[in-house]
């Protein structure tokens, strides 16, 4: 058989199990489990290997023995599923997980949201630096947030995969985990531990020396684990975004604004994108799709991934993350946090980590933290499903009556010590909070306020441009509420020229498109809200949008 004939041929060839290790790259280990037959099917480039370092003229024989030796028809358990073909982008991460195997017992952990790619990423690695790793890629699926896989069933399934006989794996989890660090200890392999619950699962897999690279997947990033390469994974930049759509779906489909449109409407989320640029509409029906947001999650299938996380969460972290939805986009506080979830704000941030453990929400800052659009859109749909009208109705009356009062708090505080940018901003978040009480005339006194306060007492040229222009707009919406369009018009119109080239050119085209179609202008009013469309995917839909009110950053 294959192990007898390798053993033959070494001694004929005058090798020790060390030179033989040295001149083909196989470990002592893995070439001495193949003479004693504990190994019954090497890989071909094991073979390949051996039969190049051993020289002999009949050391090709090798290669038909270990076919023959493989069962017919059946797969080495833990095979790597295939990568895929479409893979785009982190080149970075790549590149450091690459340098970091040539350590001594190199372990990475790659986490981040439902989604963003991680099990990509690993196969991604596992096809291209296949070299690195002579005795073998691994691929073992833990189950994540879903059904958890057991961890003896995982050590069997790699004790197997390693050319262990069944017969010869210990019963006992103690002597069975030193087996599998004894069997890894002399192997260069690749072991990809996908989708990782948590640290308990994955520490009796991993090995207590040698050249081994496991590779962890998971959405927490696994702090618990010492000695380890973290990485964390963010959606894709517009442009990785534009790029992935154009591989998927071909290079025809649309004009780079509206690839730009869907990849926005996506949240740049890789998932999210590869099932987007499937074929099918072109990119402009595709964007008019996504722009419902109802029904946003449905077309891009990642409603499942996310769901399995939230089902695993214990009810009060359930709870605050579904509430989130109430906040407008963009960082929210543990103080915040605790209103909706009506605990203490302590209590409110220790949930808010058990979150982005999970990857569902992602710090952002000291005491801050951020939703991704498409959880928000999950967080709202569970809201719906979860709590009755009454009960979402006074949470949010809830919340407005202490974000006003905290923002009627703070004045006086930003004014004395001389933070009159974030006063401004406070003045035009309460104007907000009118509105959305439905208070108009309240909110049109508050953003005038502003404005008067900024004449007043002006701010470096950058941030007084970027406040005069949001608080300018805020109060042309409101005047139109209100149906004072004519003086909407004008002061939409004053805004207009300032708000070039800023973050908020699209709100401020917006609310001066719906002003002139008002006022009768209805050619203006195309071109404005067509213009608008382009950023604010919502806009045709009649729904307005937040304001942004970050000027101070």
């Not at 009810?315 to 960082?331: I, K, Q």
């Not at 085209?509 to 809200?529: F, H, I, N, P, Y």
Request: proline share 7%; charged share 25%.
């Amino acid at each position: 058989m294959f192990g007898e004939r390798l053993r033959e041929l070494r001694l004929v060839s005058g090798l020790t199990l060390e030179g033989l290790a040295e001149s083909s790259g196989v470990s002592v280990r893995a070439i001495s489990d193949m003479e004693r037959g504990l190994s019954r099917a090497p890989w071909p480039r094991t073979v390949k290997a051996l039969v190049t370092a051993l020289g002999h003229p009949d050391a090709g024989s090798l290669t038909a023995l270990a076919r023959r030796s493989r069962p017919a028809g059946r797969r080495r358990p833990a095979g790597p599923p295939r990568a895929d073909p479409f893979f785009t982008g982190r080149r970075e991460p790549l590149a450091r997980i690459a340098a970091h195997a040539a350590g001594s017992t190199p372990v990475a952990v790659v986490h981040g949201p439902p989604g963003v790619g991680k099990s990509a990423l690993a196969l991604r690695l596992a096809e291209q630096h296949a070299d690195l790793f002579p005795d073998g890629r691994f691929h073992l699926d833990l189950g994540g947030d879903g059904e958890p896989a057991g961890v003896a069933a995982l050590q069997n399934t790699l004790l197997r995969a390693l050319a262990v006989s069944p017969r010869q794996i210990a019963a006992d989890p103690t002597e069975r985990t030193g087996q599998l660090r004894d069997v890894l200890r002399q192997r260069r392999c690749l072991i990809i531990l996908d989708d990782a619950t948590d640290e308990a699962q994955v520490r009796p897999l991993l090995p207590a020396s040698g050249r081994s690279l496991v590779l962890i997947t998971s959405r927490r990033a696994l702090g618990g684990l010492e000695a380890v390469l973290r990485i964390a994974l963010d959606p894709f930049t517009p442009a990785e975004s534009a790029e992935l759509l154009r591989t998927v779906s071909g290079p025809d489909r649309g004009t780079d604004e509206e690839v730009a449109r869907v990849a926005r409407l996506c949240g740049h989320l890789p998932l999210a994108l590869r099932i987007a640029g499937r074929p099918g509409d072109s990119m402009a029906g595709l964007a008019t799709r996504l722009a419902d947001a109802d029904r946003r999650l449905s077309a891009l299938g990642v409603e499942t991934a996310f769901a399995v996380s939230y089902r695993r969460l214990p009810e009060p972290a359930r709870l605050l993350f579904r509430r989130t939805a109430h906040l407008a986009p963009g960082p929210f506080s543990a103080a915040t946090a605790a209103v909706l979830a009506e605990c203490e704000p302590d209590d409110a941030e220790d949930v808010l980590e058990e979150l982005a453990k999970r990857g569902l929400v992602r710090p952002d800052g000291f005491d801050r933290y951020r939703l991704h659009d498409l959880l928000r859109l999950f967080a709202a749909d569970r809201l719906r499903a979860e709590e009755p009208a009454e009960l979402r109705a006074a949470v949010r009356q809830r919340l407005h009556r202490w974000s006003t009062d905290t923002m009627v708090a703070a004045g006086p505080w930003f004014t004395a010590y001389g933070d009159r940018a974030r006063y401004v901003q406070a003045m035009v978040t309460l104007g907000v909070l009118h509105e959305s009480r439905g208070r108009g005339a309240a909110a049109v006194a508050q953003y005038q306020r502003a404005l008067d306060e900024l004449d007043r007492r002006p701010l470096p040229p950058g941030p007084h441009r970027i406040a005069r222009v949001t608080a300018s707009v805020c109060l042309a919406r409101a005047l139109g509420d209100c149906g004072r369009w004519a003086e909407a018009r004008s002061t939409a119109e004053q805004a207009w020229p300032a708000a070039a080239g800023s973050p908020l050119r699209g709100q401020a085209a917006m609310v001066l498109g719906w002003a002139c179609a008002a006022t009768g202008d209805s050619v203006r009013a195309q071109a404005l809200l067509r213009e608008a469309s382009t950023v604010l995917p919502d806009v045709l839909h009649g729904l307005p949008q937040a304001p942004l009110l970050g000027w101070e950053q």
